[in-house]
Every structure is written in C-alpha cells, then in structure tokens.
C-alpha cells in the first residue's frame, strides 16, 4: 500500500510511451489492414473497457484489495485495460461518432464507479478497520485510519487524466471550430448563395453533431464534478493523513478553466456545463488549500483574458467555503501595476477593463469580503485606468446597500431583546466607514474621468431608491448633483438629474415641498422659541442686551446676533437633554418645537436648494442634446407632483420646446403637458384629472404666460385635442367660466378656447357657440369694463371660423353679422378712454385681432374697412371749427389701425389672387378630362383637332394667370397706398413720423404712427424706397428711453428686408449699427432680425459680421447664446462662410480697443469651426502673411494666439518654416512666443516622419535663438532710452542752475551797494586787482555762452 504511484500525471498524453508507463501507440493485436478492420479494433478495445467497467461496479472497492500473504496482480488495473484506453483517447478525434461516445460513455462509467467506490468502501472499510483495531491498543484510530490501497489511487488518477484528456482534445476542438466558423463566415459573406440546398443539408449534420457534442460534453463535466467531490469529502481515504496529490487534485481545475473560457453567456454556459466547472473548481479549493495559490493565479489570468469571466468568478467566491479565496483574489487585484509605463500597455488596460467589473461583482454578492479588503482596492482610485475607479465606485455603493439594510435588520432585533448595545464599538466603527466610503463617493462625483463621475452619482441615485442615503447626506448629495448638471458630458448631467429626480422622490420631509409654508412655520417655531427660552439663558440674554444697549458702539446687528445666540443655546440645551430623563411638560413641548424647528429648516433648506437652481436646469432644458431635455422634462414633471414652485416655470419654458425638429422631443413636452395639467400625478397619462380641475390647470397656465408661451400653448393644446386626449367636456366647462366669470378668468377661459379651436373649429363654428361667444367676449360686459383682454381672446376665436356666406336667413350669418359690428366699434375705439394711456395701450392688441376676425369672416372685409377709417376720421377730424388740435391717443389709435388695415389688404389681395389661380387651374384640369375623353370618342383628326385646342387653351390659361399676377402687383405697389383711400391720410402720417418741430412729443403716437408708416412701406416698393431715408433718421434721432420705438423699427427693417432685399441694401450698416446700441431689448431684436436675414440668404455677410462676433461677448446671456446659434447655423453650411469671414473679422477685432481675453474668448469659439486640413492650411497662411501689416506687438500677439488654437499638419509646418523671416522679429515678445510653442508642441505630439521631426526640431531652434536675440534688442533699446532720458534731465537741471546763475550775475550788476564798496576800497586794493576782476568776470561770461551752446548741441 505504501510507496510512491505507479502513475504519476504526466506533462503530455505522448509522455505515457515512456518510462514508467512503457505503453504502446496501438496494442500488439491491433488490426487496422483496412477501415472495417480498424474499427472493429476499437469496438474490441471499448468491450475491454466496458468488461473492467462491470467488474468494477459488481465488486467495488474489493476489486483493488488482496488479502495478506497474496502478490498484489492489480487485476483491474492491469496493462490491457491501460493500454486500451490510451489508444482510444490517443485517437478520439478520428473515432466514429458512434465508437467516440461509447468512449465518453465508458470513461464517464469509470468515473462514477471509482467515485462511489471511495465514498462507499463497505466491507473492505469494515474488515480494515476491524484489523486495525485489534491491532492497536485502546481502540485508537477505527473508522477515521482507512486508506485505500495504492492500486485504487492508480486507477482513480488513472482514469480521471483519461477523462480530462478527452474533455481537454473536445474543448480545443470546439474552439477552433469556433474560429474556424467566424473565418469562414467572414469571408463567404460577399459570396452569392448558389448552393443553398447543400448547406442546409450540412446544416442539419452540424446541428445532429452539435447536440451530440452537447450530450458528452454534460456527461464528461458531471462524471469530473463527481470525481472532484469525492476526493474533496474523502481525502482522507484516498490519501494517507489526508496530504492530496496536487498533480490528481488539480486536473478538474484544469478543464474547468478551459470550460468557463467557453461559458460567454447563458446559452453557451449550458452547454460548456459552466455550473459543474465552477462546483469542480470549488470543490478543489475546499479539499486543497495547497492549491490555492495556483487557483487564484489561474483565475486572475482568465480575469485578464476573458471579460465574460467576472460574474462567473464571483459567483465562485460564493459557492468556496470561507473568504480565503474572494480575499486572495482582492490582494491580487490590488498588486495589479496599472501605470503606463510598460511596453505592453495595450494588453494591460484590456486586462484591468476585464478585471475591474470582478470587484463590483463580488461586492454584489459578497459585500463583507470587499469591505474588510478595502483597504488594498483604495490606491487603485489614484490609478490612470478609469475603469478601475469606476468599479471600486461601484462596489462601495454594494457596500453601502447591504451594511444598510443590516444595520436596519440589527436595529430591529435589538428593539426585541432586552440587551443594551452589545456591539456599541462595532457600531461606532462601522458609522466611521459608513462615512469614511460617503466621502469617498461625494469626492469622486469630481473624478478627471466623465465615465468615474457618472459612475458616482448613479451609486448615489442607486442608495438613494433603495433608501439606504443617511439623512445627513441627503443636502451635500443635493448641492453636488445640481453642481454636476453644469458638466461638460452628457452622460455625467443625464445621472445628474436623474439624482435629483430620485432625490425628490425619496424625500424625507412631507409629500408638499411648497417653501412657503415651510417658510411661515420656521417663523412661527422661532417667534415660539423666543418666548420660551429657559430662565437662565433668558437672563443671560437679558444682560447682554441690556449691556449692549448702554453702549453706543453697538448696533442692531449685534442685538439680532445676541438674540440669535440665545435661541442657539436654548436649542442645544433642550436637544442636549435625553427623552429618558424625567422632563417637565413645559420642557417636553419645547423640546417637540425644536426638533419641529429643525425639520422645517431642513426641509426649507431642500427647497431652496432646488428653487436657486432655476438657471441650471433650464440650461438642461434649452440643451441641443435631447437626454438633457428629456430628463429635465421628466424632471418637473416629478417637481410639480412635489409642488415646487420652479416646475411651473419650468413647464412653461419647456413648452417653447414644441416647435423642436425632434419628434422625441415633442412627444416628451407632451407627455409632460400630459402628467403635470391633464393626467392624475403618478398614473403616466393613463388617469386623466376631473374636467373641472383640468380646465382649472389650463387656465392657469394661460393666465400669466407671455406671447410666446401662449403659441407653444396652443400648439400642444392643439395636439392634444386632435388626438382626442382632452374630454369634451373640458370645454363646456370654459364655456360656463366663460359666461358666468369676470375679469382676466374670462379672458383666460376664451383664450383657451380660442387655442382649442385652431385644432377643432367646430368647438366655436355653430350658431350657438358664436352666440356664446358673443355675449361672453364682445357683449355689454366687454364695453363697460374695457375688458380688451376678453375682446381680443374672443377675435382669436372668431378666426376660426369660416368666412360667412351671404344668406339672411341662416342664424349663423346674422350672428355673424352681430359680431361683425361689435368688432367694427372696437376697431373704431369707441369704448376707449381718450384720457387714460393705459387704455389705449390695452387696445391696441384687441384692435389688431378684431381687424383679423373682420378679414376672417366678413364677406367684404374692404367695404367694412373703409367704415372703420372714415368713423375714425369723423372722430378726429370732425370736431367744432375753432378746435385746432386733435387728441393724441385718438390719432395714435387712428395710425394704428391705418397701417393694419393697409397690411391686411394686401394679405387679402394675396388671397384672393390665390383662389383666382386655383380656381383657373381646376377648370383647365377639366377642360383637360373632356377633352381627353371625347379625343378617344372621334378619329384621328378630330383627335388633332383636340390637341390644338388644348395648347390654346393651355395658352390662354397661362396669359390669363400672368394677367392675374400683374394686376395683383398693380393693386399692392399703386392702388393700396397710391390711390385708394389710405393714400389720402400718408401725408399726414409722414409729417407725424418726421416730427421736424419736435411738436409731436408722445411717445405712443410716435410709436404708432411709425409702426403704420413701416407696415405702408411693407406694401409698396416705390414708397418703400422714397421713405427708407425718413425711417432711418427717425432710428437714429429716437430719444434714449424710448427703446420700444427703436426695437419696433429694427423688427420692421427686417420685413422690409424680406420684402425689397435690394432697396434695403445700401443701408444694411445701419442695421449693424444697432447691435452697439445701450439697450438690451433693441440688441436683442437686432440681432435676431439679422439672424433671420442672414440665415435666409437675405442679406450678405460682409465685414459686418464683426459687430456680430462681439455679441459673443455681450453682457446679456441671451444675446450671447443667439450669437452662438448664428455661428454654429452658418459652420453647418457647404460654402465655408466662417472660413471666408474670419480673415475680416481677425482685422476688425483686432484694430478695436478690446481685452485680450475677449478677442481671445471670441477666436477660440470662431477657430472651433475650422474642421477641415485645407481649410487650416489656407488660414495658416493668410495668418502668417498679415504679420508684415501689423502695427502693435498686442496684434501680433492676437495673431499668434489665433495660429495656435489651429490643427497641425505638415504643410502648416512647412507654411510655418518657409515664412519664418515674416514674423521673427515678434519673437521676442513672451505672449508671441508662448503661443508659437504651443504650435510646436501640438505638432511634435503629431509628427510621424523624421523628416517633420526634424523640421520641427529646427524650427524651435529659430524661435529660441530669435527669441533671445530679440530681448537682448529690446533690452538694449530699453537701456537705451532710459539713458537718453537721464541725459535729458541732467540738461534741464543744468539749464535751471545756469539761468539762477544769471539771475544772481544780474542781480549783483544791478545792485549799488557793492560798488560803493569797491570804491571804497579800491585805494587799499594793489593796483593790479582791478583787471584780475574784470577777467574773472569775462571769463564766467564766456564759460555760460560755451555751456549754453553745448546743450543746445546736445
């Protein structure tokens, strides 16, 4: 029984025709003369097997037991049954499918007996076990001391290596067959498919195979899974003191790894038994820990392999007992070199992309593990791969999760025992890493990587829908979320709001977050807590204050601060105090206030939290990326169910995004039109609100919106009612609102209506619906109140109605013609107040849609027209004959509806030359039927006889339609404005509108009569073009506070461009002009005007484009954002116009007195559009060649900066080398140089060829050496002139010592006294001291004459 194995595992099957095996390649008998011979040889080999198999399974373990005193023969493992199966495994592969699987049968057989041979030894196992007992003194050892015998550990190694073999050669072969298959499916792909019937035969003999494949793959992996399982549970037995023979052990580990390599999803798991690979590798490490080390090398191996290989390896940590292999795994894991600086960096950030999903994995399932290893993941989080951060992110937010929800488990059975914080240490450790893992979540929302950031903030989405998100942590996570929506990617703000939508969802506070109840209840808790503040704190606050009072120095800030102390210590004294401690009831109630206090402040803080970030989220929602958009839509719908006052905002603005050329994004807005005004909150749209409430939503939503959010209102009403989403009786209840209410709620229940009706006329177009529409919209309520709002609302709904048809006897037209007068006498503005200005002004929009309501339904619009103007005129015009003057608001509502009307004909000229042409066009088509069908009636000449008269016909059709066109052309440019009866007030509107004697000073009819002058010229050419002239000084002469008359005017310029686009040209520099003008609201228009007209090819581009390009830097962020639009519309274009212009506006740019950081701010988002390598070439070198043309170092600079921002290629190197002499002498500037560096740098990083390199190389040479040679100049002339004006200071200094010298010289010349002492005594004087004077004197004189004329020299 002792003694080393007669089979030892060999390296390779072809070692076992060596020493110690000696076997043989065939047996001795073996026939293989022909194919028939052959295979009967293999059935003779498999019978062999097969018998042995019997044998085994009829005598067990006593098949490998001979009694004492007998020659061990081995019977059962004898070298035919070796020999036999060798030769069948050697040659498996090219076995007969039939043969092959009574093969795998046989092994599989082998298996199974040897295994529960050893898991069931019986009665040798009892007859051992007697021997050696009787052997051994006290009945020491017994059942635990059998081991089998040596001949039994042969075979089991034995015929497990034979198995393994054969699973080894079918999971190579099905691998290459794998590789094979994606081969040649690849390369037939492009090939015709002739041999159909062939390959769907050969199809179904692969798919016979594949099942049989299928079936002995399953056997083999259960027979080794059952093979691992006894040797791991009776070690013992099998091996003497339990000490495994790693080489036997290790085998299941080994065909496992190659099974789990073939195991990429749920199907082909299946079929390689992934499962029984997982148990087999399992077992192995449980009955080996010797192995462990091998194991876990293997599997971190195939971790860096295969990425299909995670789950699976962390689902075996679950099935080993004990951590010992997740943990080994982890230490691994954490040894793993993630820095760049190998040569195999490729393989390497494949391997950790498939390591890194293992630690998230295993945190899922085994979260424990992962967090008492935590500490050798943690440095991996300063690594460079993302994906490694990204994982770890992830198993801290398993982490988090599942201590949780222990924690809430632990607090649970505590509440039911009567123990008093048994592990308050393993609590207090765990807060610690509970908050320890939240840091590191909350600072990694701030990763370098987009991929880690976003990873971060949905961990935090994920704890906070699973409530696992301390309340503590609720404001930071709040506050970080809003920070990220100002992200760079997409990804990082989608998780972002999705944050905040789950963050609103699971608040803790109540199911309303309104702030300004919260707000009333702080106060209230505070005014509380004020007057019931403890006697001792009370008394020390009375002190301070008293104490404060007496001294002057203090003010009430500080006194607010004392009083605001005070609460705090009363706060935290009562919060300081446990509940278990006896408490008065005056104590309690305070106590209930302050924590009442702090939930309020906290929710109101929540609140706030959302209601300051307004500008995040509509930046969300203007976003050109529709995740953005989606998410923030979804986003208010969640706020409005909250009540959060920035969702109805919010809504609204969303709503502008109707007119999205995204349908997704259309039918998100609807949905979230749906959900927040139509459908019961939370129901998805499926549940729709009571009719009363729904109409109730509309009408508050309509009440306080703007023009613009009133058309995309309609807009989504309209779908919304022509998909019949909106019950009918939704509008019977804003018919009653509409006859029974006063006010702006009648007003907004008409509009509504009005909105309704342009998807579904029929909901105002009846008799009894314009009868209601009367007495509700322009009945007497309407002319005693002036409710213009009503007037107007219901015009809107007049203009869906279909114009009447002459017929006294239908209800419908008499009431029509009912409406019609009262919209004759608001136009006329008879109801009007002529002493109140606000009035007027709300008047005017009821004026203007009644005019439209008049052209919509009355069978002559021109003749009621004309009633409108001459009332106004009898109005004005027709007073006493000693009044002189007319009042302004009647002449300035008298303009008004002068240029409406005159605009208004020539839209119905229009029409009605429409339907001249249709109806032409229908009756030539029927003339064209008849004369089709009678040409197949008659011969051959008739039938030529037809076809003349068709192209005559045909003739006279295309005059008439010309003629048509013509005369249309005539009314609108002569009859309009040249002759009708609106020809006879223009006069008196050009004098308004020119004002020369400055005698017409109100504002509204300035406003009004230029608006009419701008809607006459929108009709005529030529009068266009005689008082383009007047409309421009006007412009330029409006008063500074009347930005109103100027925005009117530039909207108009735009019209008129539209219109005469060659009469406006000459003056489209005026135009530009306005986008430097002080008011935000006149840049604004202007800028959009221009956008229209340049977008529409309306206007040409030029050197203009310049003031367009400063807008870029506007103040106004609106303004700002309509200049990017511009730009970005414009790069989208095939003729390159950003590329023409940038040239002219790098001039312009830089000839103004702008900040470096604005030119720079605007060529940066300019230069972005440069995509193209010609196009980069080409700017290159307009940019090198204007260096010459540069008058300031700070314009070279900008051209330098603006070189740099460019792509790099080789001929902008070249353009940059061969034009070196343009722009050396710049060089010496450190901002010029900087910026040519950069160039340099971003082309070495790109460079390929040597020769590049070396260009390159030589070319920073230059730069360094011009550099430097360039300072030492400046240097030189800075010394230079420093010296020269040191020398000119020490001239004047010089001047002003010699003319004091003078005036002394002059001063003692002219003085008396010195020469009477002279005289005095000149007699005691020698004789010769006189002339020694004189030529002192002389000789002073001429010094000053030769100094004098030395500086002048100088």
Known sequence: MSGSPTFPIPASLQELESAPYNLLPYPNDFEDDDEAARAESFHKLIRVVEAGN?????????????????????????TERIQALYTLVRKSDSLAPATRTRLVKALCDAVHGLSEALANPGAVMASQTQQSNDGEEGGVGGANSFVVSQSFRDAMACHIYMLFTVMFLTESKEKLGKSLNAGTSSSSSGRGGSKSKSKSSKSKGQNTEVEDLAASRAACAEAMHHASLAMSEHKSRLWRRGVVDEAVVGLPCRIAYQMLESSTGVIARKASSGDAA???I??????????????????????????????????LCCIVNGQVLATELLREIGRLDT????????????????????????????????????????????????IMRSAIVNSIGHILVREDQTLMENKDDEEGSDEESKDERHVVNMAKTRTSLFDILCDRTCDITSFTRGAALKVLNDLTEKQSLPLDRIMPVTAIAIDRLQDKAVMVRRYAMQLLTSLLENNPFMGMLNPEPYREKVRELEAYLKCNIPEEILKARDTALEEAKNDESQG??????????????????????????????????????????????QALAFTELFENSNASFRTMLMSSNSSDVTEALRFFVRAKHFGLPCAVTGTKKALALMWSNEANIQEEVLRAFIEVFVAEPGTEGKELLPENQIAQNLLDLVREANVSELASIEEALGRLVKKEIIPPDVFSVLWAIASQARGELRASAVLVISMAASADPNIVDSAYRLQNLYDAGLGDHIEENHDWKTARSAACALQRVARAKVDPSSAKYIILDLISE??????????????????????????????????????????????????HQQVIFGCSDDSSTASTLRLARFFFVLGHIALKLLMYTEVLSSSVRRANAAKTVKKQESASTGATENSESKEDEGDDAIEAELGLAAQAEAETERKVAEISENEIVGRGIISLFTPMLLRVVANENGTYSSPVLMQSATLALCKCMCISKSFCEKHLSLLFSVLAKAPNDDQDLRANIVVALGDLAFRFPNELEPYTPKIYACLRDKSIRVRRHTLMVLTHLILNDMVKVKGQVCEIALCLQDNESTIRDMARLLFHELSKRTNSPIYNLLPDIVSQLSQLDLKQEVFREIMQFLLSFIKKDRQNEMLLEKLVLRFPKCTTINQKADLAYCIAQLK???????CLNDNFKLYKDALFDEDVLKNFMSFIAKAKKNATKPETKQTLQELEEKFTECAAAGMENVNASKKAARAKKRAARRVARKKVEWDESEEEENAVASDPEPEEFEEVDEENRPANAQPVKSERSSTTKRRSGRSRSAALTA
């Open 339 to 386: 820095t760049e600086g190998s040569n195999d960096t490729g393989n390497k950030a494949s391997g950790i992309k498939n390591i890194a999903p293992f630690i998230s994995e295993l945190a899922a399932v085994r979260p424990r593990v992962v967090l008492s290893n935590i500490s050798l993941l943690l440095p991996h989080l300063d690594s460079e791969p993302y």
């Open 278 to 280: 997982l148990q087999m």
């Open 556 to 601: 009430e800030r500080e006194l607010h601060e004392i009083e605001s102390a005070a609460l705090a210590a009363a706060i935290a004294d009562a919060e300081a105090k446990k509940e278990e401690e006896a408490l008065s009831e005056a104590e309690s109630t305070f106590l209930a206030k302050v924590r009442a206090l702090k939930f309020a402040s």
């Open 54 to 78: 019997r044998s085994l399974i009829s005598n067990g373990l006593g098949l490998f037991e001979v009694p004492d005193g007998e020659e061990d023969l081995d019977a059962w493992n004898d």
């Open 822 to 871: 009262r919209l004759v006498a608001i136009a006329r503005g008879d109801w009007c107040d002529d002493a109140n200005v606000d009035d007027t002004n709300a008047w005017f929009c009821a004026a203007e849609q009644s005019i439209n309501a008049i052209f919509t339904i009355c069978p002559s619009p021109e003749k009621v027209s004309m009633e409108i103007l001459l009332g």
């Open 282 to 315: 399992a077992a192995t490490v449980d009955s080996a820990p010797c192995l462990l080390n091998t194991v876990v090398a293997a599997l971190v191996d195939l971790l860096h392999t295969y990425d299909h290989i995670a789950p699976l390896v962390a689902e």
């Open 1208 to 1214: 790099v290629n080789e001929k902008g190197i070249k």
